[in-house]
Nanobody, 124 residues
C-alpha cells in the first residue's frame, strides 16, 4: 500500500512558477514509475509528465515540454513537478500517480495509487 500526499498548489499569475511535491509513504517508492496528471473542470483527467523508477528517464506531454520538469528523490520518497511559464490553460487539479507497470506514457487505467490532488490556478 502506498499513500500519496500532494502539496505546493496555489494561485499564480500567468508567467509565474510553482513547485508541486508529492510525499509517498512506505518503503517501496523506488519500485514505482511516478507521474503527474491534471484535471480541469468539465474535462477528463489527462497525463502530464512521468519519471522512471531510477529517475533517469522522463516523459512530458507536448503542451508542457520546456516549461515543466519532473524529478524524484528516492531517499526522501518524494516526487516533484517544477512548473515554469505557467499559462491559464494549466489551471487544474494536479494529481500524483504511482504505477508498477514499466511504461512512461501513463494512462489512468495503469495507475495503482493516486494522491488526493492539489489545485493550481493561473490567472491571466
Amino acid at each position: 500500500q502506498v499513500q500519496l500526499v500532494e502539496s505546493g498548489g496555489g494561485l499564480v499569475q500567468a508567467g509565474g512558477s510553482l513547485r508541486l511535491s508529492c510525499a509517498a509513504s512506505g518503503r517501496t517508492f523506488s519500485s514505482y514509475v511516478m507521474g503527474w496528471f491534471r484535471q480541469a473542470p468539465g474535462k477528463e483527467r489527462e497525463f502530464v509528465s512521468s519519471i522512471s523508477r531510477s529517475g533517469g528517464n522522463t516523459y512530458n506531454v507536448d503542451s508542457v515540454k520546456g516549461r515543466f520538469t519532473i524529478s524524484r528523490d528516492n531517499a526522501k520518497n518524494t516526487l516533484y513537478l517544477q512548473m515554469n511559464s505557467l499559462k491559464p490553460e494549466d489551471t487544474a487539479v494536479y494529481y500524483c500517480a504511482a504505477a508498477l507497470i514499466l511504461q512512461l506514457r501513463m494512462v489512468p487505467n495503469s495507475v495503482d495509487y493516486w494522491g488526493q490532488g492539489t489545485q493550481v490556478t493561473v490567472s491571466s
